[in-house]
C-alpha cells in the first residue's frame, strides 16, 4: 500500500425485529461485546440518526400524524438518505463500524407488509438512495407477536406503529421472516423469545464471524 494508505472499510450492522423483540436490551450487549474488543464502532437509530433525521422521525411516529402510504415510505428513505450521507458512508469509510437500531427492512416489514406499499417501490427507493449500499450483517430478533406484546406493557405511551392492530404487528414479522429467507447470508434470525443470555451468545458467535472475516 502507498503511503495514501487504504482504511479498511467499518462494517455495518442493524438490528431489526417488531416493537418489544429486544433490540435495545441487546444494543447495550453489542456495545459493550465491541468495546471489550477495541473496536471503533458508533451507534444509531433509523428513523433518526442525524438532525434531520430525528425530526422526521418525531413526525412517523407522533399518534396524530396524518400521513399518506406512500408519503410515510418517502419519509423513511428521506431520513435514510441524510443518514447515510451524513453518518453512515463517513464511518464506514474512516473504518468505524457503524450498529444501527432498524434499517431499511424495517421500511420493507412495516410499510411494506404491514401497510401495503408494494415492495417494489421500496425496492425503487432502496435502490435510489442506497446505491448498493447493504448491512453487512442484520440481526432479525424474531417472536411471536404475544410474546412481545406483554413484554411491552407498561406504562408508556405507544407510538403510532405499536399502537396498530395484532395483524400489522403479524404482517410486518412474515415480511421480515421472508426477508431473511431470501437473503441467508445477511441475515442472522435469532429466535427473540428465548432467554436473554441465549439470546446474546448468538449474538456474540455472529459478532465474532464478522470480526473475522477478511
Ligand atoms: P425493542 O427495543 O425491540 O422494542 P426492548 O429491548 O425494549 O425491545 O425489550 C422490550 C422489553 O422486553 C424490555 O422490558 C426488556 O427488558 C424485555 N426483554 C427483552 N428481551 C427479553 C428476553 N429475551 N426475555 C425477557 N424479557 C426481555
Known sequence: MSSAQQVRRGRFITLEGIDGAGKST??????????????????????????????????LLAPDTVVSLDAEALLAFAGRQQHISEVIEPALAAGRWLVSDRFTDSTYAFQGGGRGVPFERIRALEEWVQRGLQPDLTLLFDLPLEVAAGRMSGTRQLDRFEQEAADFHQRARDAYLRRAAAEP???AVLDASRGIDEIQADIATHLRHLLERR
Not at 453489542?30 to 433525521?53: K, Y
Open 26 to 59: 441487546h444494543l447495550a450487549f453489542i456495545r459493550d461485546w465491541l468495546a471489550n474488543r477495541d473496536v471503533d464502532a458508533a451507534f444509531t437509530r433509523e428513523p433518526g440518526g442525524t438532525p434531520l433525521g430525528e425530526k422526521i422521525r418525531e413526525l
Open 185 to 187: 447470508q445477511r441475515f
